[in-house]
């Protein structure tokens, strides 16, 4: 048995060896993190900790993603069949205040609140509290935390790091003086708890969930548990092992003191009574002491070295599939604090980009791995109790864009919690769909969820007045995730995968296919009610909240209805192809307003001097598909249109976005431009107005503000999109490639089709690409210069592209307003050539 334990770890430690680090992949500071947006994240997939390195006291500020308030609650109302008829009347009518009056009649309960589970503190008493050589580091390479300081003449050193493999948090403390480390370990919660020493070196948190987090400060119970200890409310457990290869560790009341150490590792485990989202936590729940134990037991019997080892190499097997490089400059060599107030004033660090890049590739893999729950809006790390909109998932972007890096990035394990997320989505949105609409076929999800998978829509039933259908009245989340499902199709090629998910997408559009209804003007279908999430719509100087087929709302049905009637046709299913094809042919269509714009709203009421942070009505540009600059410029141009009415500066997720589209317009200048932006400098120790523009924290996590991890994760699917897209039947290699961005290489993302890529350029022109075929298909290249493949015959493309994993929307179908001047589109020429790759070949696309 220990030769075969020693031969795993030769094995693990071989796997870390051969990786390539990038010594310039790490967030580092020369001080203590003062505030919670200072603090370093750690994650495996479910345990989440922020840690501050302090000096003479750390704090790992720890988060389970299993661990919220309340218990299911469906909240579907029963009078939503009798109103539904009425508030569509008054739409129809024109009379949108009555009709958003009686909307709120349908509402259901606000969602649960994610919470912090709990501190773990490490009191160190020291005597001198003036540390020299403090240097505190997140290294991407490898996931591990590391601080160091002298502190009365002696080096430490702190290492931390979480372990999916071992389900637990690993901290390291060490000292260059023989018998240095003297400190008391200490677990509190900002949730009820208690704490006891079980043994002279074990110790134990048990805590209690609210049942109750009020949504609103107006509302008599802001946070409220069950009087019963056995009664409501999730139940949680924290475990703390510390193992002291010297010295001694003894229990002193509720804590655990080491005495006289040089090296010290402490083990933590954690687990809530979770046992499912049908189930209450609190009467159904699981005994979270048993779980806790159990993975206490397996990770305390190996040593740190060991499981530094395995979560190495589980980690670097996600993270080092990309390798970005643009250069350096000399501010790469400035903490990161500074080099982001530098970049705000200056623009010279070429290298921040790539680190802000790959950070949003680290905190995918820290919050969203196999079997976890998908990140929510604050991905896995909160310190509220009240945190800003529960930190839920936000299903009218905010969850989606957490995954819009998943699959082109190369992590695409990593989006498959979405997708479990989304069959219990559907158990509940039939539910959904059956007791507040009458309809008894497929499922929908409205703006809001949580833990519990809710589906209704949010509100506070009819008793918020601060409630308003503008975000209320949105049931097209389940559509929207269910495109997803098709896209994770499309870079994988995984049929298997398709055949098991299908029904999912086939749900989300037998919901659509009966909420849609003709509208006699147009006689087109339509959907009513109707909102641009969040939005209002200006007419003759007042403002509306919900009216019908907004562009977004459409555009999602059609993103929808082509995937499924593609994955039908994979399937075999070609009555409910049929189905779709029919209800697509007949969706109202985009129309391009008065301004030159993509009309936002069923009719030209585009206010030009709009400057809301959602722009929902460019869903077709971006990430859907069914704009393009070479296959729709007249679309691309209105949406150019639109982007540049809303303006540049916003709140962080929506200059995400923002980066993305105008990577689709293939204007790298502008994209980067907003990315630059997204990269300004927020101070957290100074109070800033919700929505008052966005930046990134010292942390760098997304400010929008406050802190959301969406604008992390689209920055980093937006300067993929940069670089290279394949959405519309090619793979443009360099399609938006900024001037700045002079030479650099990319390699190791994923295109639709299932090709691996690696991009190397010099003076703003592509050198070379390499494509590695994962599937057998046609390949076709789009690039602004001429190229050529090495290993096979290409031709010059013509029609459209016949592989299945790389089809085309199309051209949908628009009107434009006859008082419509359309912008004019800086495209470069395009070369676009194709070869037939085969399973298990690399080719290479070079210059002529």
Not at 214 to 237: C, L, W
Not at 238 to 264: E, F, H, R, S
Not at 706 to 711: A, E, L, N, T
């Amino acid at each position: 048995m220990c030769k075969i334990k020693l031969l795993a770890l030769a094995c693990l430690l071989s796997a870390v060896a051969t990786a390539q680090p990038d010594p310039s992949l790490k967030l580092w500071y020369q001080r203590p993190a003062k505030v919670w947006e200072e603090a370093l994240p750690l994650g495996n997939g479910k345990m989440g900790a922020m840690v501050f390195g302090g000096v003479t006291k750390e704090r790992f500020q720890m988060n389970d993603n299993t661990l919220w308030s309340g218990f299911p609650n469906p909240g579907n109302n029963p009078d939503g069949p009798t109103y539904l008829p009425q508030v569509r009347e008054a739409i129809f009518a024109g009379d949108y205040n009555k009709g958003a009056a009686l909307w709120k009649k349908m509402q259901g309960p606000y969602s649960a609140r994610y919470l912090p589970m709990s501190d773990l503190w490490i009191d160190f008493n020291l005597k001198d509290t003036n540390a020299v050589q403090y240097n505190r580091t997140l290294d991407l390479n490898t996931a591990v935390s590391t601080t160091t300081y002298k502190a009365d003449g002696v080096t430490y050193t702190r290492e931390a790091f979480t372990s999916f493999p071992a389900k637990a948090m690993l901290i390291k403390l060490a000292a260059d003086k023989k018998g240095a480390i003297n400190a008391t370990v200490s677990l509190t919660s900002k949730l009820h708890f208690v704490t006891a020493t079980t043994s002279s070196n074990y110790l134990v948190l048990t805590g209690k969930a609210p049942k109750i987090v009020a949504n609103r400060a107006s509302e008599p119970i802001q946070v409220g548990y069950d009087e019963n200890p056995k009664g409501e409310g999730m139940t949680f457990e924290v475990n703390v092992k510390i193992v002291a290869k010297d010295g001694k560790v003894t229990a002193v009341g509720d804590k655990l003191q080491i005495q006289d150490a040089t090296n010290v590792t402490i083990y933590v485990t954690d687990a809530t009574s979770f046992n499912g989202f049908d189930k209450s936590p609190g009467l159904q729940g699981k005994d979270p002491a048993v779980e806790a134990k159990a993975n206490m037991n397996k990770v305390a019997a190996q040593s740190y070295e060991q499981l530094k080892a395995a979560h190495i190499a589980d980690y670097t097997a996600l993270f080092n599939r990309v390798s970005f490089n643009l250069g350096t400059t000399a501010a790469s060599k400035l903490p990161t604090d500074e080099r982001l107030k530098q970049f705000g004033k200056t623009n010279n660090d070429l290298q921040l980009p790539v680190l802000y890049y790959q950070y949003g590739r680290y905190l995918m893999i820290a919050c969203s791995r196999p079997g976890s729950r998908p990140s929510n809006l604050q991905g896995l790390w909160n310190d509220l109790v009240q945190p800003p909109w529960g930190s839920n998932y936000t299903t009218n972007i905010n969850t989606q864009m957490n995954y819009w890096l998943a699959e082109n990035t190369n992590l695409s394990e990593c989006h498959t919690p979405l997708f479990d997320f989304m069959k219990e989505l559907s158990i509940n949105g039939a539910q959904t769909a059956k007791i507040n609409h009458n309809i008894n076929e497929g499922w929908c999800c409205y703006h809001n969820s949580d833990l519990w998978a809710k589906t209704s829509p949010p509100g506070g039933w009819d008793k918020d007045p601060k409630s308003t259908p503008r975000w209320s009245a949105w049931p097209m989340a389940g559509a929207w995730f269910s495109t997803h499902l098709w896209e994770h199709y499309q870079y994988t090629g995984d049929k298997a995968f398709l055949q098991k998910n299908y029904p999912l997408m086939k749900g989300a559009a037998q919901f659509m296919l009966h909420w849609l209804v003709k509208d006699p003007e147009s006689g087109k279908l339509v959907t009513i009610p109707s909102s641009s999430p969040e939005n209002t719509m200006k007419v003759g100087g007042k403002e509306y909240e919900i009216t019908m087929a907004s562009t977004m709302d459409m555009s999602i049905l059609r993103e929808l209805f082509t995937d499924c009637i593609r994955a039908a046709a994979v399937v075999n299913d070609n009555a409910f192809k049929a189905q779709c094809e029919t209800a697509l042919a007949q969706l109202y269509p985009f129309h391009i307003g008065q301004y030159g714009q993509i009309q936002e709203w069923f009719k030209d009421y585009d206010d030009p001097n709009d400057k809301h942070r959602h722009i929902s009505q460019l869903f077709g540009l971006y990430p859907g598909s069914q704009i393009s600059v070479y296959n729709t410029p007249e679309l691309a141009a209105a949406a150019k249109q639109s982007l540049i009415q809303r303006g540049d500066v916003s709140t962080g997720w929506s200059m995400a976005w923002k980066t993305n589209w105008w990577a689709r317009l293939q204007d790298g200048n502008h994209a980067y431009k907003i990315l630059t932006g997204a990269l300004t400098f927020i101070d957290p120790t100074v109070e800033k107005a919700q929505m008052s523009g966005g930046g990134a924290y010292p942390n760098l996590f997304d400010a929008h503000p406050p802190f959301q991890i969406d604008g992390n994760f689209g920055a980093t699917a937006g300067m993929t999109e940069m670089l290279m897209q394949s959405y519309d039947g090619a793979i443009t290699l360099l399609p938006a490639l900024p001037d700045v961005w002079k030479e650099g290489s990319i390699k190791g993302i994923k295109a639709r089709g299932n090709y691996l890529l690696n991009i190397e350029w010099k003076n703003n022109k592509l050198v070379k690409a390499t494509i590695t075929a994962n599937e057998s298909g046609n390949c076709r290249i789009r690039t602004h210069t001429p190229a050529k493949v090495l290993e096979a015959k290409y031709t010059p493309a013509a029609g459209g592209n016949n592989n299945p994993l790389m089809l085309a929307y199309g051209v949908p179908d628009y009107k434009k307003s006859e008082k419509a001047t359309l912008l004019q589109l800086d495209i470069p020429k395009e070369y676009v050539i194709e070869f037939k790759a085969e399973k298990g070949k690399t080719y290479t696309i070079v210059g002529e």
